[in-house]
């Protein structure tokens, strides 16, 4: 347990989880944790990484015709068929809403494939400074695909972080917030009769703390939970009330976790301002140099990536005389301008790598699979 409490603050909860964090979704303070980075397995709340990543980098009007194997996957399915065409939003509903987990590889596909997809999670990850997380799939299957903690985790904080960039996209927002959509599907033999060529269903959030759910909590703007037998459950979380929001994670709990998380939410909103922060949720690489760019001044260089300077140069002063210092001082500051250049061109070249909306990469086929019916998250 951490946390740092001031007279007349609340005592920290104590709920049935291996790990969890309650921050300051504002302004980046963590409350209270628990085995903060701690590394478990995801389960399905790795499919916040999965949209974070994704939402920002597919048309939402593109289509996607899913693969078999998409859509023989194990765990909770939308219900896919390779005879039709998908939209891309339609998959993101399913997957942030009902978590399923065909809607993840469909969306793989439409990003190139199950492996770029990976390592572009990952990529994300570094970026928004979660360094706990290993994405290994993008669903969150772990002992069917043969992944363990070593091969694929998150933390708790890492978590939160996810969480909380991801609500900064109004079109992730609407994912996690949207209680009921209609998924299509092939019509019926009715609904050919009466001409229409396109069917559906209605899918409904898994999350039970949304607006006229069964555990509604007021202000709750969205998260994701996650279940598997290795897993246990999972849970990331956001809320906003009073005009603050508190965001909070737990993992490996035996619980049913909206319980949980409402505990972790109804301390946050009476501690805060009453402890001390116990610590952070950093921003991401990008944030950070503007940050450090504004702080020097708007002509400084910038490291070739936020927080690496190669050890090169520390924080240190140039005095005011020296003709050889000055010979020196210009030298980086030549080597500097090159390395940026360098670097704008390699951004350049990957941003003009064209996008496949239509690979046929998709995660492995599991065998085995143990699934609660309350919590058919991965």
């Not at 319980?259 to 690489?285: C, H, I, N, S, Y």
Request: hydrophobic fraction near 40%.
């Amino acid at each position: 347990m951490i946390v740092d409490r001031s007279e007349g603050a609340p005592a920290a909860p104590k709920i049935g989880a291996a790990s969890y964090l309650i921050a300051d979704a504002d302004t980046g303070d963590v409350l209270a944790a628990k085995d903060p980075h701690g590394h478990y397995l995801p389960a399905s709340t790795i499919k916040t990484l999965t949209a974070l990543t994704l939402v920002p980098k597919l048309n939402p009007n593109a289509l996607v015709r899913p693969t078999q194997e998409t859509c023989d996957v194990e765990g909770t399915k939308v219900g896919m068929t390779p005879k039709m065409q998908y939209k891309v939003s339609d998959l993101f509903y399913a997957l942030m809403m009902m978590s399923a987990n065909d809607a993840a590889l469909g969306l793989a596909q439409a990003n190139g494939g199950v492996e770029k997809t990976l390592a572009d999670m990952n990529a994300e990850a570094r970026r928004i400074n979660a360094h706990d997380t290993l994405a290994g799939s993008p669903n969150g299957l772990d002992t069917d695909l043969g992944l363990t903690v070593k091969t694929q985790h998150t933390s708790a904080y890492d978590l939160a972080l996810i969480l909380r960039e991801g609500l900064k996209n109004p079109s992730f927002r609407k994912y996690v917030e949207t209680v009921d959509h209609r998924f299509p599907a092939p019509p019926t033999k009715k609904q050919r009769k009466a001409g229409k060529k396109v069917g559906g269903y209605p899918i409904h959030t898994h999350n039970r703390m949304l607006p006229g759910q069964s555990q509604e909590y007021k202000g709750m703007i969205g998260g994701k939970n996650g279940y598997t037998v290795a897993s246990k459950q999972t849970f990331v979380a956001a809320a906003r009330r009073g005009g603050h929001t508190i965001v909070i994670s737990l993992m490996k709990a035996d619980q049913q976790p909206s319980v949980l998380a409402k505990e972790l939410l109804d301390w946050g909103f009476a501690a805060r301002g009453k402890v001390k922060p116990v610590g952070t949720l950093v921003q991401p690489v990008d944030a950070q140099a503007r940050q450090k760019k504004k702080a020097v001044g708007d002509n400084a260089p910038l490291p070739s990536k936020a927080g690496d300077d190669d050890g090169l140069m520390g924080d240190w002063a140039v005095p005011a005389t020296g003709g050889a210092i000055a010979a020196v001082v210009a030298g980086w500051a030549g080597f500097l301008a090159i390395r940026r250049r360098r670097v704008a061109a390699e951004f350049r070249r990957g941003m003009n790598q064209p996008a496949n909306l239509t690979g046929a990469s998709a995660a492995p086929a599991a065998s085995r699979w143990s699934d609660e019916l309350d919590d058919r998250d991965a």
